[in-house]
């Protein structure tokens, strides 16, 4: 669990845990389980290229990569194509299948504004964000309201919207990406809006109120972006509106005053150094 390995994260269900936390837990175990992570499932297989991974190891000088470049010439690699079933698979959005029909806009309304939660401030969220009927990535989404939400001044400066983002050179959040000086926890993918745009479109898709396609991508959206993360996979699930979501978003007149307003009620309890 070295520095070589900042990118390895561990948790127990939602719960992260640090390295000290996570060797601690792993050295007091009763069984010593062996644990084999396959990193064709994290990285460009065009890294498994010996030439390429070859030339890599001599504009970086590291000699580790053309001894792995040798061994992958000689020995062939042959990463898994297809991923093992697993509760992750199952439970990824674009999968979920619709399990509750509605017959007016009106109860999707009274039922999202009745509950006091993440799931239903991030349904709200994609709902407005998606009336146009575009279909539109989620964390596009997210930035979109965050940004909307600081304009309008429809929140306070320490509300839980703004964890997970940094203003950059023209003024406009934009999320931070996890890397050597920013910690998975002060990142977009662990802040309150990712949380509530994840679950929103769970809810969502399970009440049939939103299509969602997925597309696997290498690297980041972001310009200002180390090399070795922007080889990094990540799923990007793009959502847009059924018939029904579509119709939610327009009846729900004041749906941005229940953005703010339930964003206005979630405090950082410390203010982010980032």
């Not at 561990?10 to 060797?23: H, P, Q, R, W």
């Not at 698979?89 to 979920?96: A, P």
């Amino acid at each position: 669990m070295g520095p070589a390995f900042h990118y390895m994260k561990f948790k127990i269900g939602d719960t992260l845990l640090n390295d000290s936390e996570a060797k601690a837990l792993l050295s007091a175990a009763s069984e010593q389980t062996e644990i084999i992570i396959d990193i064709s499932k994290h990285v460009d297989p065009r890294m498994f290229d010996p030439t390429k991974l070859f030339s890599m190891s001599v504009e970086t000088r590291n000699p580790t990569l053309a001894n792995l470049a040798m061994r992958f010439a000689v020995e062939g690699v042959s990463p898994k194509r297809k991923r093992p079933y697993n509760r992750t698979n199952i439970n990824r959005i674009s999968q979920i299948t619709p399990t509750r029909t509605f017959d007016k806009p009106e109860e999707v309304i009274e039922l999202l504004c009745g509950m006091n939660s993440l799931k239903a401030l991030g349904a709200a969220t994609i709902l407005e964000g998606v009336k146009d009927g575009y279909k539109r990535p989620l964390r596009n989404i997210a930035v979109k309201s965050v940004n909307r939400l600081a304009y309008l001044g429809l929140v306070s400066a320490d509300s839980q919207c703004f964890q997970g983002f940094y203003k950059n050179a023209e003024g406009e959040y934009q999320p931070l990406v996890q890397g050597p000086e920013v910690p998975r926890t002060a990142s977009y993918h662990s802040s309150p809006m990712y949380v509530a745009m994840r679950d929103g479109a769970q809810l969502l898709k399970e009440w049939g109120l939103i299509e969602v396609s997925e597309s696997t991508e290498f690297g980041s959206d972001d310009k200002d972006i180390s090399e070795n993360a922007g080889r990094l996979r990540r799923i990007v699930y793009k959502v847009s509106p059924t018939a029904m979501g579509q119709k939610v978003a327009h009846q729900w007149g004041d749906i941005n005053d229940f953005i703010g307003n339930r964003w206005s009620t979630r405090i950082r309890g410390k203010q982010s150094s980032f």
